[in-house]
C-alpha cells in the first residue's frame, strides 16, 4: 500500500509515506528493541504509541480551540468511540472474544482531537464488552475524575454566568457525565 497506493496509504494513517519515513527515523532508533528471546515488533510498528500529546492544560486547550473552530462545539477536548478488529480467537477463551456482531475480535477505545489524531487509546479488551463497558473498565473515569490528565478547569462561555467542563463528545454507549456529552443531534 504504502508504494501502490499512497492515497489510500494517507487515508489510513493520515501521514503520507515520506513524512511517516521522517517521523519513524526520528523515533526509531528510541523505541527499537533487541532481539532476546523472539523477534521483537519493529519500530515502524510501534512508532504511534509514541506519538501521543503530554496531557497538559495546555494542549487540551488547544484541542478545544480546534473543534470550536472546526465544529462549533466548545470546551470540547476530543471525541470518543470504540471499534471491533475481528481477530482469531485466542485458544481455549470460549466467547469471551465473541462480539454481539457474531465474530470474535478485541475492542480499540480511542479518543481523536479535531484533526483526527489519537490523543487517548486503550487496545484490547474482549470483544464481548460494549464500548461502555470498555470505557469504564479503562481507568480513564478516574483519570477524568481526578483530572490526573490535566484537564482546565470549567470556564464561562461567551456571555454566559455558568462555568462550563471541558467535555468528550461520544455516542450513546457512553454515560453522560462531567466530562462525557453526546453531540448535537
Given at each position: 500500500m504504502r508504494l501502490g497506493d499512497p492515497e489510500k496509504y494517507f487515508n489510513y494513517l493520515?501521514?503520507?509515506?515520506?513524512?511517516?519515513?521522517?517521523?519513524?527515523?526520528?523515533?526509531?532508533?528510541?523505541?527499537?528493541?533487541?532481539?532476546?528471546?523472539?523477534?521483537?515488533?519493529?519500530?515502524?510498528?510501534?512508532?504511534?504509541e509514541k506519538v501521543m500529546i503530554d496531557p497538559t492544560e495546555e494542549n487540551w486547550s488547544t484541542i478545544a480551540e480546534d473543534f470550536e473552530t472546526t465544529c462549533q462545539f466548545p470546551h470540547c477536548i476530543g471525541a470518543i468511540d470504540g471499534k471491533h478488529v475481528e481477530i482469531q480467537a485466542p485458544p481455549r477463551s470460549g466467547s469471551c472474544y465473541y462480539n454481539y456482531k457474531g465474530k470474535h475480535s478485541i475492542n480499540l477505545l480511542a479518543v481523536s482531537d479535531a484533526k483526527n489524531r489519537f490523543t487517548i487509546v486503550d487496545i484490547g479488551a474482549e470483544g464481548r464488552q460494549s464500548d461502555g463497558g470498555v470505557f469504564e473498565n479503562s481507568g480513564l473515569p478516574y483519570l477524568l475524575e481526578t483530572n490526573a490528565l490535566h484537564i482546565p478547569l470549567p470556564t464561562h462561555l461567551d456571555n454566559m454566568d455558568l462555568d462550563f467542563p471541558y467535555v468528550l463528545l461520544g455516542d450513546e454507549a457512553f454515560p453522560l457525565s462531567t466530562h462525557m456529552m453526546r453531540p448535537y443531534p
Open positions: 493520515r501521514m503520507s509515506p515520506i513524512m511517516f519515513t521522517e517521523l519513524l527515523n526520528i523515533v526509531g532508533p528510541l523505541i527499537e528493541k533487541q532481539h532476546v528471546v523472539r523477534r521483537p515488533i519493529p519500530a515502524r510498528t510501534r512508532l504511534e
